[in-house]
């Protein structure tokens, strides 16, 4: 894909929003955007920029993951999803009422036993 080739796709696919700021080498090349309507600034490579949805830019909103994913934020440590827990603490309490293990309640918990034992350790029951 040549320079010409290249920019009739680009303004296609963003309706001319979109503009290189220097020319490219080659389609893997990273070159630097310029956005028209948010204003941004940003590195990116050809390839992707007329590429896959996912790989593409998208005004106010960060790029995706490697999975191909948009992240809700930029920068930082992407929040976790918490696991419902597979048991109460009500539930745990009587566990270590009926004498469970500490391996057989992290089993029951889905956890792993050293939480357990830990636990076990702080309250003296071992």
Request: proline share 5%; hydrophobic share 30%; glycine share 8%.
């Amino acid at each position: 894909m040549n320079r010409s080739e290249f920019e009739a796709k680009l303004n296609k696919a963003y309706d001319g929003a979109v503009r290189p700021l220097n020319s490219s080498i080659n389609q893997r090349a990273t070159v630097c955007f310029k956005c028209e309507k948010c204003g941004l600034v940003f590195f990116g490579k050809p390839f992707h920029m007329v590429g896959k949805d996912h790989q593409r830019h998208v005004c106010g909103v960060p790029y995706g993951d490697k999975n191909g994913e948009r992240l809700q934020h930029a920068g930082g440590r992407r929040k976790s999803k918490k696991k419902e827990p597979s048991i109460t603490i009500d539930q745990f309490k009587k566990l270590v009422w009926e004498d469970y293990t500490p391996q057989q309640i992290a089993q029951k918990m889905q956890v792993n036993p050293k939480i357990v034992i830990y636990y076990f350790k702080h309250e003296g029951l071992i």
